[in-house]
């Protein structure tokens, strides 16, 4: 009989979910005591535009200042002291440049550390190949099949956690790393920590979850929760702290005395935010199977979430690139008194006239897409948009061009307004605005075989090949849907989803997802009849352009719906004023809903 003993539990904390993210985590977590390892995730869509963006002007830029100024300034000392490992995707576009700012930072502050990058997910120098081996000598865009611009700004191929790994068995303090997958700098650690093989799905897609659950910060201690005016202290809100087992189960926890809320609802809705198949969520080192992850209260703002399956990884890996299609200005102006609106919606129109003419005039031609929008008036409603009186409002105006000098243009133009149009024109701000270049986001796929990934450590360089675990992916087994509802004999009443469902909402590209949960397992069979993909398209006919597809999740009694074609592109891309899908849960949680009329709404 062995006594060999599994290793203990591995505590996270998350102290970052998005760059621009408070600098309250990384001390709030490292002088708790409470983590074994510190981790970051800044990285997105639109945050991978707006590092290459920043490299266009600066060779030295590209990747999240906040992490070595806002937050390894803070705890770096108290880091070391304590021995905790740190893992960051703050590398961004430029992992490189990172880490020499985290290294100039300890050595100003005599602390020494050990800094590791793990590199390899730029694909640049690839594509000639890549586009060559490709069907028809040509990438595909993942989102409507477009093909992939020629000429690309970034291209950055998602990775896996077992860099990571290797870089902390090799003897890193610090890893940083580019574009990997959001939930690797929590996998890693853990395969590190208990020793998992690459092959041990089940554990991965269990360290995976936990990723996803801590990788947007207070996301999982109560922010954006449906039920908002039950989380108390939003000002001291906890960051979340994953206690992990070496099953790959685990507890979600914060930090006592910090303000948030810790419940089944609030960790299930960050469980469905921006995830499509919750049968088939793939990534880099599993497809994590989490239709039956059970989520149960185990203590004061504490929960134990299992049940989460692994398979093979798919054999391909998805690439994040970033293209230059023109310039853009969004510029706003308050409008104030009698026929508030009507007078902002005419300043928005007439102002798109002007610019028109003056530019078709030089011949640079027309705008490339426009936006005027009211805010105020729920233009995201659209035909539910209410027709209250407003006295004050904001008029919204985005425009789009192939040609800088014509946004040039219309940033002198667009301050006009205040002396030429409407009475109350006005604002708090002052100056022109600038003129930023239109990056936007594309996607594809490549084999996995053309990834190197490799770690840096001091003088050490590490290749570690893609694990040897990928197999055709296979349509996850069939679930049965909940069971079938009939509604009791008797009066009904209609009553707001809200008070059936929590609801949460987010993007991945032009995709919106929305997950739902039903506030009572035995609700859910009535929210499956009513709330059918053809009643939500029907719901956001004025948004959404494409199929709606639903996911049943019966571990968390919840469903998840994925809209195509969205969000006009989604992220820089759109020019909506909701270009993340933030608000389509709260728009769809006022879906009136059939109810037996004795039923404790």
Same mark, same amino acid.
């Given at each position: 009989?062995?006594?060999?003993?599994?290793?203990?539990?591995?505590?996270?904390?998350?102290?970052?979910?998005?760059?621009?993210?408070?600098?309250?985590?990384?001390?709030?977590?490292?002088?708790?005591?409470?983590?074994?390892?510190?981790?970051?995730?800044?990285?997105?869509?639109?945050?991978?535009?707006?590092?290459?963006?920043?490299?266009?002007?600066?060779?030295?830029?590209?990747?999240?200042?906040?992490?070595?100024?806002?937050?390894?300034?803070?705890?770096?000392?108290? !880091?070391?002291?304590?021995?905790?490992?740190?893992?960051?995707?703050?590398?961004? #576009?430029?992992?490189?440049?990172?880490?020499?700012?985290?290294?100039?930072?300890?050595?100003?502050?005599?602390?020494?550390?050990?800094?590791?990058?793990?590199?390899?997910?730029?694909?640049?120098?690839?594509?000639?190949?890549?586009?060559?081996?490709?069907?028809?000598?040509?990438?595909?865009?993942?989102?409507?099949?477009?093909?992939?611009?020629?000429?690309?700004?970034?291209?950055?191929?998602?990775?896996?956690?077992?860099?990571?790994?290797?870089?902390?068995? *090799?003897?890193?303090?610090?890893? #940083?790393?580019?574009?990997?997958?959001?939930?690797?700098?929590?996998?890693?650690?853990?395969?590190?920590?208990?020793?998992?093989?690459?092959?041990?799905?089940?554990?991965?897609?269990?360290?995976?979850?936990?990723?996803? #659950?801590?990788?947007?910060?207070?996301?999982?201690?109560?922010?954006?929760?449906?039920?908002?005016?039950?989380?108390?202290?939003?000002?001291?809100?906890?960051?979340?702290?994953?206690?992990?087992?070496?099953?790959?189960?685990?507890?979600?926890?914060?930090?006592?005395?910090?303000?948030?809320?810790?419940?089944?609802?609030?960790?299930?809705?960050?469980?469905?935010?921006?995830?499509?198949?919750?049968?088939?969520?793939?990534?880099?080192?599993?497809?994590?199977?989490?239709?039956?992850?059970?989520?149960?209260?185990?203590?004061?703002?504490?929960?134990?979430?299992?049940?989460?399956?692994?398979?093979?990884?798919?054999?391909?890996?998805?690439?994040?690139?970033?293209?230059?299609?023109?310039?853009?200005?969004?510029?706003?102006?308050?409008?104030?008194?009698?026929?508030?609106?009507?007078?902002?919606?005419?300043?928005?129109?007439?102002?798109?006239?002007?610019?028109?003419?003056?530019?078709?005039?030089?011949?640079?031609?027309?705008?490339?897409?426009?936006?005027?929008?009211? #805010?105020?008036?729920?233009?995201?409603?659209?035909?539910?948009?209410?027709?209250?009186?407003?006295?004050?409002?904001?008029?919204?105006?985005?425009?789009?061009?192939?040609?800088?000098? *014509?946004?040039?243009?219309?940033?002198?133009?667009?301050?006009?307004?205040?002396?030429?149009?409407?009475?109350?024109?006005? &604002?708090?701000?002052?100056?022109?605005?600038?003129?930023?270049?239109?990056?936007?986001?594309?996607?594809?796929?490549?084999?996995?075989?053309?990834?190197?990934?490799?770690?840096?450590?001091?003088?050490?360089?590490?290749?570690?090949?893609?694990?040897?675990?990928?197999?055709?992916?296979?349509?996850?087994?069939?679930?049965?849907?909940?069971?079938?509802?009939?509604?009791?004999?008797?009066?009904?009443?209609?009553?707001?989803?809200?008070?059936?469902?929590?609801?949460?909402?987010?993007?991945?590209?032009?995709?919106?997802?929305? &997950?739902?949960?039903?506030?009572?397992?035995?609700?859910?069979?009535?929210?499956?009849?009513?709330?059918?993909?053809?009643?939500?398209?029907?719901?956001?006919?004025?948004?959404?352009? &494409?199929? !709606?597809?639903?996911?049943?999740?019966?571990?968390?009694?919840?469903?998840?719906?994925?809209?195509?074609?969205?969000?006009?592109?989604?992220?820089?891309?759109?020019?909506?004023?909701?270009?993340?899908?933030?608000?389509?849960?709260?728009?769809?949680?006022?879906?009136?809903?059939?109810?037996?009329?004795?039923?404790?709404?």
């Amino acid at each position: 009989m062995s006594n060999t003993l599994s290793p203990p539990p591995l505590r996270i904390g998350g102290a970052s979910g998005f760059w621009g993210d408070s600098s309250l985590g990384a001390p709030q977590l490292v002088n708790s005591g409470l983590i074994d390892v510190l981790v970051f995730d800044y990285l997105a869509e639109t945050t991978m535009a707006i590092l290459a963006s920043a490299q266009r002007k600066n060779p030295d830029a590209g990747y999240a200042t906040d992490f070595v100024e806002a937050a390894m300034r803070q705890v770096l000392p108290e !880091v070391v002291k304590r021995g905790i490992k740190v893992v960051s995707n703050a590398g961004g #576009i430029n992992p490189q440049s990172c880490a020499r700012a985290l290294a100039k930072l300890a050595d100003e502050l005599g602390v020494p550390v050990r800094i590791a990058v793990v590199e390899g997910d730029d694909v640049r120098e690839a594509l000639p190949a890549l586009r060559a081996a490709a069907p028809g000598g040509q990438l595909s865009d993942l989102v409507g099949g477009h093909p992939v611009p020629d000429k690309l700004l970034s291209a950055n191929a998602y990775l896996g956690a077992e860099p990571v790994a290797r870089a902390l068995a *090799a003897g890193a303090d610090v890893v #940083i790393t580019g574009r990997c997958v959001d939930s690797a700098v929590t996998l890693g650690p853990l395969i590190h920590h208990f020793g998992w093989t690459m092959d041990q799905f089940d554990q991965l897609a269990g360290g995976s979850l936990a990723g996803h #659950i801590i990788e947007c910060g207070c996301q999982a201690t109560g922010g954006l929760f449906t039920d908002w005016d039950q989380v108390p202290d939003w000002a001291h809100i906890g960051y979340p702290i994953v206690d992990v087992a070496s099953d790959g189960s685990f507890v979600v926890a914060k930090v006592p005395g910090t303000g948030g809320l810790i419940s089944p609802a609030t960790v299930g809705e960050q469980l469905l935010y921006e995830i499509g198949d919750p049968g088939a969520y793939l990534l880099p080192d599993v497809a994590c199977d989490f239709r039956q992850v059970q989520i149960e209260q185990v203590g004061e703002h504490r929960v134990r979430v299992s049940g989460a399956r692994g398979s093979a990884p798919p054999p391909s890996l998805k690439v994040s690139a970033t293209t230059l299609v023109g310039w853009r200005v969004d510029g706003m102006t308050v409008i104030v008194g009698i026929d508030a609106v009507a007078k902002a919606r005419r300043t928005g129109e007439s102002l798109v006239e002007r610019t028109r003419e003056m530019i078709l005039a030089r011949g640079w031609g027309d705008f490339s897409a426009t936006r005027v929008e009211v #805010i105020g008036t729920e233009t995201l409603y659209g035909p539910r948009a209410t027709t209250a009186q407003l006295r004050e409002v904001i008029v919204r105006v985005a425009v789009r061009h192939p040609k800088k000098e *014509a946004l040039e243009l219309f940033t002198r133009e667009k301050a006009a307004p205040g002396t030429s149009w409407s009475p109350g024109t006005t &604002g708090p701000g002052g100056g022109r605005g600038g003129v930023s270049p239109q990056i936007v986001p594309c996607a594809f796929l490549i084999p996995r075989g053309a990834v190197q990934p490799v770690v840096r450590l001091g003088e050490q360089t590490l290749a570690v090949p893609m694990a040897d675990t990928a197999r055709p992916l296979a349509a996850p087994a069939a679930l049965p849907d909940p069971a079938p509802w009939a509604m009791p004999a008797g009066p009904t009443r209609t009553v707001p989803l809200i008070q059936l469902a929590w609801g949460r909402s987010g993007d991945k590209g032009d995709l919106s997802n929305i &997950g739902l949960i039903a506030r009572r397992p035995e609700w859910l069979p009535l929210l499956w009849a009513q709330v059918t993909p053809e009643v939500v398209k029907a719901w956001f006919a004025h948004l959404v352009k &494409g199929r !709606v597809e639903r996911y049943h999740l019966p571990g968390l009694h919840a469903m998840n719906l994925v809209m195509h074609q969205a969000l006009e592109g989604g992220g820089p891309a759109s020019l909506r004023l909701d270009p993340l899908g933030k608000g389509m849960a709260q728009m769809l949680l006022e879906l009136p809903v059939q109810v037996p009329a004795d039923w404790p709404v």
